[in-house]
């Protein structure tokens, strides 16, 4: 009977966004099986908040200050990493942030702020990690993507736009990489179980349960399942996908 291999025993992974809810779940779910996770912050706090939540690890981690907007801090980054750790041959996309407002009166300083940080922010962390990723002959990229990126929504036209950005990112550089091995893949969580969430008034909560067919909320953990599977030797045969963690959100392409 053939055993789905999940190990990460020996791999260097770079997760960025890895200060809390879905990002800090990934970095902990890949330093479980057993990668050597480096997580980014945007600020030396949370830098040091990741590295303590990954110290127990079987590989103990590091947290790494990163501004994924700023081209120099990105290349500091990885000369950072390559001395302390080696050079990653797992990448996660996960650094985002929102500017959310109706198209109408969003300012042009949000929609750039957007755009720059979720979709050229990812542009920028993969082209550095590529000739590690190369190198490694297993490398793997995950962009975390969104269900608005594949179904948008209404006060959100800068982030559904970066966040489909990435969906086409990814499929183009999966066909770039695929002869060195290097496999690009995409997760698109829907409504997630996260502090903005939690935040919502009971009304607010109640509609959005409605619009879900499996009627909850999904797990920053199940989001991390995904993702450690997409960078698992499991998935050397993935390339080029989306994989939707939405409850039924929305189906399709």
């Known amino acids: ?3 789905t291999d999940l190990s990460l025993e020996g791999r260097v992974a770079l997760v960025t966004g890895a200060t809390r809810g879905i990002g800090a779940a990934i970095s ?6 057993g990668a050597c996770v480096v997580g980014t912050a945007t600020t030396e706090s949370g830098a040091q908040n990741i590295g303590q939540n990954l110290a127990g690890a079987p590989m103990p981690g590091v947290g790494q ?3 994924v907007t ?7 980054l990885f000369k950072e990493i390559k001395a302390a750790v080696g050079l990653p041959s797992i990448v996660v996309n996960n650094a985002a942030v929102t500017r959310d407002g109706l ?3 969003m300012p042009e300083a949000d929609w750039a702020a957007v755009i720059e940080a979720n979709l050229s922010g990812v542009y920028r962390v993969s082209k550095s990690a590529l000739r590690g990723l190369m190198k490694s002959g297993q490398g793997r990229i995950v962009n975390i993507s969104s269900v608005v990126g594949q179904s948008g929504n209404p006060g959100q036209i800068n982030y559904s736009a970066a966040k489909a950005g990435v969906l086409g990112l990814t499929r183009s550089l999966a066909r770039e990489l695929g002869s060195r091995q290097v496999t690009v893949n995409a997760v698109a969580p829907g409504f997630i179980d996260t502090d903005m969430t939690r935040a919502l008034d009971d009304g607010a909560r109640d509609r959005m349960l409605e ?3 499996l009627g909850r909320l999904g797990a920053a953990e199940e989001v991390a ?3 450690a599977f997409l960078v698992s030797p499991a998935a050397g045969y993935i390339t080029g996908e989306t994989l939707s963690i939405n409850g039924g959100l929305h189906m399709g392409g």
Do not use: E, W, Y
């Not at 700023?70 to 500091?76: I, K, Q, R, Y």
């Open 70 to 76: 700023n081209p120099t801090s990105v290349d500091n």
């Open 103 to 105: 198209a109408l009166r």
């Open 1 to 3: 009977m053939h055993k």
């Open 225 to 227: 399942d995904a993702v």
């Open 65 to 67: 200050v990163l501004d």
């Open 211 to 213: 619009q879900i067919p």
């Open 28 to 33: 902990q779910r890949l330093a479980a099986n």
